[in-house]
Structures are given as structure tokens and as C-alpha cells.
């Protein structure tokens, strides 16, 4: 299967010849929802992971900045793979390969223990720095009425609320840490019982909540106990209510409006969702407060 090289671009592939040569491509292990390739490869008796980009990628700029900032705890203690080599202004990286199951669609995306040690991990991460960024809720603010103003399928009435939302919201700084940004079951391995992570191409200086936003809407709600569980790991929830109202709001608009453009029609419905149950608590959850 080494023609699956040839899904790389050509400065992408002489990379990947010049730094693993007699690469052995194994498999394609692409999402195909994102611009991004990702390949499962052997070189020698060493099996890696190839990630590349195209030419409108942002996913593996941030991956290659995770590895380079963040996730020296995690590789250290086996929890996330040792990054091999990478290259930004070509969109490539080449990390080992994590042996472990998928938890999404197993069993253990219900259990208990496997919330604990996802909330253990995501306090490491979060833990590693923090700073005030006090442009960070304008210039999400921003981002939100962008994806209002795109193409979408919100109908007029509610889109028209959540712009009145997001503009009536005040400018406050935001305490920012290292995020992995789609902490869910779909990025976690689960390996003899010992959980890792994958997949950092979202990752980001945010609010803490941040990393919840995802699990609120899907593990939390199926799995009775996981949020209970996962706080536990956690040791403490970040989540302050206006602060995480407008979170979810901002989240609900990109869900919807991101997964229209990519045709991914089972997430934007999630996105509606999501957005029929802020304006459900919208004003009465929020105060004017940060």
C-alpha cells in the first residue's frame, strides 16, 4: 500500500522519503472530513503515524505546536505518541504510533474509570500554564458573527437572536490554558486499561471549560455518571455559568455552520440542537456579569 504516498502532496512525499526512507505505508486512517491525511506506516520494525495537510489546513500547525509545548507530560508516562519529525511550512508530521482501541463505539465509552482517568489527564494538561488574554472573548465574539454572516442553515429568526446574543455580551478577559480541543471518546485509546490521547490538531491556548464543551453535548448526556466521574478526575469543574453559557452558544453556532460547510449532516443537526437550547435559556441563565 506505499501508493497511498501519492495522497501527499510532492514536497510532502520527499519529506517523508528523506526522513524515513523505504517508508511502508499500512494503512489510511483519515477522518476525509477535514483537508487531512493520516496514514499508519512501517519503517524497519518501527510503525509510525504520517499527518499531512492541504493547502487550506490549520489542524497540523497546532498538532506540531501541541507536541512541541504540551505534551511532554503525557509522552512521557506513555499517554500520547513522541512526535518524530515535522515540518509547519510544509503541513507534515510524522509521530509514533499509539498501540491501543478506539473508545468511541466500545463498551468503555460508558464505563466509569474511563471518565476519571480522561478528567486525571485533562487537569495535567491544563495544569502546564495559564495566562489572561484580554482580547480572547471579543475576538471569539467575532468568530461567531463570521459564521452567522457565512453560509449555514439556521433559520432567519433564531440566527437573527443569536447575533442580538453575542452582541450584547461584554469584552472580559479570559484566563487561557493549553487545550486539546475536541476532548472526547473519538481522540482517547484505551490500552490494557490504561487510557491515552490522540489527535491534537484543535489544540489551543483557551478557557478550561473549553475542553467540556464537547462532552456536555455527547458523553455527558448518554452516559449516566460520566460527568460525575470525569469531574472527579478533574478534581474541580471550571465551568462558571455566564462565562460557560457564551461558550456553549459560540460552540453551538460554529457546530452548526462548520458542519453544513463539510456536508456532515448527522454534527450540523447536533450543532441545531445545541443551539435551540441556549436560546431556550437565553436570557435567563446569562446575567450581565463575566
Not at 487531512?36 to 489542524?59: F, N, P, S, Y
Not at 495566562?131 to 453560509?151: F, K, S, T, V
Not at 490538531?201 to 466521574?229: N, T
Request: glycine share 8%.
Amino acid at each position: 500500500m506505499t501508493d497511498l504516498l501519492g495522497a501527499l502532496a510532492p514536497h510532502q512525499s520527499r519529506l517523508i522519503e528523506a526522513w524515513l526512507p523505504g517508508l511502508v505505508v499500512e494503512a489510511d486512517m483519515s477522518w476525509n472530513l477535514v483537508e487531512t491525511t493520516v496514514l499508519r506506516a512501517r519503517i524497519g520494525e518501527r510503525t509510525v503515524v504520517v499527518k499531512a495537510g492541504g493547502a487550506a489546513d490549520r489542524h497540523i500547525e497546532r498538532e506540531i505546536r501541541a507536541h512541541r509545548e504540551w505534551t511532554g507530560p503525557w509522552v512521557r508516562r506513555g499517554r500520547a505518541a513522541r512526535m518524530l519529525h515535522a515540518d509547519v511550512e510544509a503541513k507534515i508530521l510524522v509521530t509514533e504510533f499509539l498501540s491501543g482501541t478506539l473508545v468511541q463505539g466500545t463498551p468503555a465509552a460508558a464505563e466509569r474509570d474511563t471518565y476519571v482517568q480522561a478528567g486525571e489527564l485533562l487537569r495535567e494538561w491544563h495544569a502546564q500554564t495559564a495566562i489572561e488574554d484580554p482580547d480572547y472573548e471579543p475576538r471569539m465574539n467575532a468568530r461567531a458573527l463570521a459564521w452567522l454572516d457565512g453560509p449555514h442553515r439556521i433559520e432567519s429568526a433564531p440566527a437573527e437572536e443569536l447575533r442580538d446574543m453575542v452582541g450584547s455580551w461584554p469584552s472580559v478577559a479570559a484566563v487561557c490554558v493549553p487545550t486539546h480541543g475536541d476532548w472526547q471518546c473519538r481522540n482517547w485509546l484505551l490500552d490494557d486499561g490504561v487510557l491515552r490521547a490522540i489527535d491534537f490538531g484543535r489544540a489551543g491556548l483557551r478557557p478550561a471549560a473549553e475542553d467540556f464543551e464537547r462532552l456536555a453535548v455527547q458523553e455527558f448526556a448518554r452516559h449516566p455518571g460520566a460527568e460525575e466521574a470525569f469531574l472527579s478526575g478533574y478534581g474541580t469543574d471550571p465551568r462558571e455559568p455566564d462565562v460557560w453559557f457564551r461558550q456553549r452558544a459560540r460552540a453551538a453556532i460554529g457546530t452548526a455552520c462548520w458542519a453544513h460547510r463539510i456536508g456532515d449532516k448527522a454534527f450540523e443537526a447536533q450543532g441545531h440542537r445545541m443551539i435551540a437550547e441556549v436560546l431556550a435559556e437565553w436570557p435567563y441563565a446569562w446575567s450581565a456579569g463575566p
